[in-house]
């Protein structure tokens, strides 16, 4: 099946010049005006493979409509826009979009990018879906328990003190990846590597997700503490 990519931008002379550019590739290509058109797509049920989004849009921004999006579905987000200062591109990476390119762009550069981040999360599909496989050949340990803590894998459900938290499944394979090795310090370049994949992106990810993670996890215990000059890992008192 033809990978599908969603545009949203108020520019409707953008999203021609994107339509014609990405249905020459062979993309099935749908698109919104607005924050609130995108939305309302995802709601009835469209699901795109990737998200090109721009900033600057009347009603309910860019920024405003990647945040809503992350809460609810776990898919690859592109910024595609005017806004080229590097204050605008920490934004962007802070509120969960994977990758930000500044118009005008070059088509080829474009394609790349999209064609990376397709890739990165298809790798991530597969082995999200072969993981009970491999769990149920081998009968590994699919709850992992620390003190306060419970990490259950099969329904990437989370519990602190026997209280349901809620995480976006990037959060809960970013915990997952540091709690399976508990005591082992990685940097912010092996945690991209080993849980968002390679490709175009930015370290900030990580940075964002570790700070998520905290303030839903750490109420009363921490669980991953930082290794000044290194990276993350995770302290948490197994059982």
């Known amino acids: 099946m033809k990978d599908h990519i969603l545009i949203v931008d108020d520019n409707l002379e953008i999203i021609e010049l994107l339509e014609d550019i990405l249905e020459n590739e062979g993309f099935s290509?749908?698109?919104a005006e607005s924050g609130e058109d995108a939305l309302s797509l995802l709601s009835q049920g469209e699901r795109p493979n990737l998200i090109l989004l721009d900033?600057?849009?009347?009603?309910?921004?860019g920024y405003e409509l990647c945040s809503q999006i992350r809460r609810e579905w776990d898919l690859p987000i592109l910024f595609l826009s005017a806004k080229g200062k590097a204050v605008d591109k920490v934004v962007g990476f802070e509120i969960g979009?994977?990758?930000?390119?500044?118009?005008p762009f070059d088509t080829e550069e474009l394609l790349a990018r999209i064609r990376a981040h397709l890739r990165r999360y298809e790798r991530i599909r597969k082995h999200t879906e072969e993981q009970p496989e491999?769990?149920?050949a081998s009968s590994p340990i699919t709850v992992l328990k620390f003190k306060d803590l419970e990490i259950h894998k099969e329904t990437y459900s989370v519990y602190v003190c026997n209280q349901k938290i809620e995480l976006s499944t990037k959060e809960f394979q970013l915990l997952t990846f540091l709690a399976e090795n508990a005591g082992?310090?990685?940097t912010r370049e092996q945690i991209y590597d080993r849980v968002w994949g390679y490709g175009y992106g930015s370290l900030n990810t990580v940075t964002v997700h570790i700070k998520n993670l905290r303030e839903k996890l750490e109420t009363e215990r921490q669980f991953i503490k930082t290794q000044w000059g290194t990276g993350y890992v995770f302290i948490g008192e197994k059982l």
């Open 97 to 103: 979009a994977d990758d930000y390119i500044t118009k």
């Open 134 to 136: 491999k769990e149920t």
């Open 29 to 31: 290509v749908s698109s």
């Open 55 to 61: 900033i600057m849009m009347p009603n309910m921004s």
């Open 184 to 186: 082992i310090v990685f």
